[in-house]
């Protein structure tokens, strides 16, 4: 999870996010170009990278400078087996490598069905954006390309330029600044290590790592029982969701003192909500399940693990600078560290970008042998489509650490914790100790 060079980890050519969008309608390949450039000259995290030498770390923000834009046939003439072709561009160019230096961090490829008919995807390298920044990049895309087109468009809002969000929190979170949160976190995470999960190989074992994905479905009757006991409860789809998860790892691993992380945004104040950038932060939820007699009581305090956790926010750096031994279940031999995530969010359906109309692809079925890279462990994403009403599962593994087999036992397994708990939240609950 940290700093490994420019060829592993978070700073190597695999750490990309990748999204795909269908356009419907004719594209005009010239104003895809400039529309792409004029993204890249808006958001300077896109031509931005990181100085790391010994004793220095900074930005150095570069000139705007032409996105690369492929563009590809796709010869498939049935509408109906378009969908998977997407998804299997999407996966191939997930494998793809993409170096921190190679600016702009921005890089496109357009694969056209037929005139009418196309998918776009945005590779960018994942120290330059997160999904929200995805969002944006497409919609200031969108409009940027109409007005190439010739068409009126309204004013994009002001995009705050990330070097003023890292100043912010430089000064916010300074070492001398007084910030609540410290003891906050001092206090919560004292004895205790964030979960680890018995991997199937030793780090030390040195087998050859890249990033897998399992993907799975939740039934729409399963995810909507979910969804009706956080209403119920007052929560949300992610407090129910990771209730679940922790008593599926309280009977995995017989911890009932469970410390899940979770990637969260932190955006900071509203001037940086249209700021293209990395602002994900690692946040350890931590909850004591011991004497919880029905799963209705583990959703009650996970819900207070959460609202106590997003109230005091600060940067996982410094997070485990207040209770280091937190972090231990990273350097384990034999563990493996399970992120946990949840999506719901609108779908961008026929956006209209003058005249082509832009929906996101957002319906991932196909497994795949080689992804992004997850720098260490595992990232377990649940989507919520709202077209379907299902939810879309993704475990994102390093191969190093779990075999696939593995993994599609543990989402398995997750999804039979999830329909026994949503069904019967006031059974009794029999937790391993």
């Given at each position: 999870?940290?700093?490994q060079?420019?060829?592993?980890?978070?700073?190597?050519?695999?750490?990309?996010?990748?999204?795909?969008?269908?356009?419907?309608?004719?594209?005009?390949?010239?104003?895809?170009?400039?529309a792409?450039?004029?993204?890249?000259?808006r958001?300077?995290?896109?031509?931005?990278?990181?100085?790391?030498?010994?004793?220095e770390?900074?930005?150095?923000?570069?000139?705007?400078?032409p996105?690369?834009?492929?563009v590809?046939?796709i010869?498939?003439?049935?509408?109906?087996?378009?969908?998977?072709?997407a998804?299997?561009?999407?996966?191939e160019?997930?494998?793809?490598?993409y170096?921190?230096?190679?600016?702009?961090?921005?890089?496109?490829?357009?694969g056209?069905?037929?005139?009418?008919?196309?998918?776009?995807?945005l590779v960018?390298h994942?120290?330059?954006?997160?999904?929200v920044?995805?969002?944006?990049?497409?919609?200031?895309?969108?409009?940027?390309?109409?007005?190439r087109r010739?068409?009126?468009?309204?004013?994009?809002?002001?995009?705050?330029?990330?070097?003023?969000?890292?100043?912010?929190?430089?000064?916010?979170y300074?070492?001398?600044?007084?910030v609540?949160?410290?003891a906050?976190?001092?206090?919560?995470?004292?004895?205790?290590?964030?979960t680890?999960?018995?991997s199937d190989?030793?780090?030390?074992?040195g087998?050859?790592k890249?990033?897998?994905v399992?993907?799975?479905?939740?039934?729409?009757e399963?995810?909507?029982?979910?969804?009706?006991?956080?209403k119920?409860?007052r929560?949300?789809?992610?407090?129910?969701l990771?209730?679940a998860?922790?008593?599926?790892?309280?009977?995995?691993?017989?911890?009932?003192?469970v410390?899940v992380?979770?990637?969260?945004?932190?955006r900071?104040?509203?001037?940086f909500?249209?700021?293209?950038?990395?602002?994900f932060?690692?946040?350890?939820?931590?909850?004591?399940?011991?004497?919880?007699?029905?799963?209705r009581?583990?959703?009650?305090?996970?819900?207070?693990?959460?609202?106590k956790?997003y109230?005091?926010?600060?940067?996982?750096g410094?997070v485990?600078?207040?209770?280091?031994?937190?972090?231990?279940?990273?350097?384990a031999?034999d563990?493996g560290?399970?992120?946990f995530?949840?999506?719901q969010?609108?779908?961008?359906?026929?956006?209209?970008?003058?005249?082509?109309r832009i929906?996101?692809?957002?319906?991932?079925?196909?497994?795949?042998?080689?992804?992004?890279?997850?720098?260490?462990?595992?990232?377990?994403?649940?989507?919520?489509?709202?077209?379907?009403?299902?939810?879309?599962?993704h475990?994102?593994?390093?191969?190093n650490?779990f075999?696939?087999?593995?993994?599609?036992e543990?989402?398995?397994?997750?999804?039979?914790?999830?329909a026994?708990?949503?069904?019967?939240?006031?059974?009794?609950?029999?937790?391993a100790?």
């Amino acid at each position: 999870m940290f700093d490994q060079g420019d060829e592993e980890g978070p700073f190597g050519p695999l750490y990309n996010i990748v999204g795909g969008w269908r356009l419907t309608g004719k594209t005009d390949t010239e104003a895809l170009q400039e529309a792409l450039n004029d993204v890249v000259a808006r958001h300077e995290a896109l031509r931005t990278t990181v100085v790391r030498t010994p004793g220095e770390q900074r930005q150095e923000i570069h000139p705007p400078t032409p996105v690369s834009l492929t563009v590809r046939e796709i010869p498939e003439p049935d509408p109906a087996l378009r969908d998977r072709r997407a998804e299997e561009l999407l996966i191939e160019l997930e494998g793809g490598r993409y170096g921190v230096t190679e600016l702009p961090l921005l890089h496109a490829v357009l694969g056209r069905f037929d005139e009418d008919d196309a998918v776009l995807v945005l590779v960018v390298h994942h120290t330059a954006a997160d999904e929200v920044s995805m969002q944006l990049v497409i919609r200031d895309l969108g409009v940027l390309y109409a007005r190439r087109r010739g068409h009126e468009t309204g004013q994009l809002p002001q995009a705050t330029p990330f070097r003023d969000f890292a100043a912010w929190e430089r000064e916010r979170y300074a070492p001398t600044a007084e910030v609540k949160a410290r003891a906050y976190w001092r206090e919560q995470l004292a004895g205790a290590a964030i979960t680890g999960v018995p991997s199937d190989h030793r780090k030390s074992a040195g087998v050859p790592k890249k990033t897998s994905v399992h993907r799975f479905l939740v039934d729409a009757e399963l995810t909507s029982a979910a969804l009706a006991l956080a209403k119920e409860t007052r929560g949300s789809a992610f407090m129910v969701l990771l209730a679940a998860y922790k008593v599926f790892l309280n009977e995995r691993v017989g911890a009932t003192d469970v410390a899940v992380p979770t990637m969260a945004s932190g955006r900071g104040p509203a001037r940086f909500e249209n700021t293209v950038g990395a602002f994900f932060n690692f946040v350890p939820l931590r909850t004591d399940l011991s004497g919880a007699a029905t799963f209705r009581e583990v959703v009650e305090r996970t819900r207070a693990t959460c609202l106590k956790a997003y109230g005091n926010f600060l940067p996982f750096g410094q997070v485990v600078a207040e209770a280091p031994a937190s972090a231990a279940s990273f350097a384990a031999d034999d563990l493996g560290v399970v992120a946990f995530q949840v999506f719901q969010f609108p779908a961008l359906e026929a956006e209209e970008a003058g005249d082509l109309r832009i929906s996101e692809i957002r319906r991932r079925l196909l497994s795949q042998d080689v992804s992004t890279d997850i720098p260490d462990g595992v990232m377990f994403q649940l989507d919520i489509d709202p077209r379907s009403g299902e939810m879309l599962g993704h475990l994102g593994f390093n191969t190093n650490l779990f075999r696939e087999a593995t993994m599609r036992e543990f989402a398995a397994g997750f999804v039979e914790v999830l329909a026994r708990t949503v069904a019967a939240p006031d059974a009794p609950l029999e937790l391993a100790s």
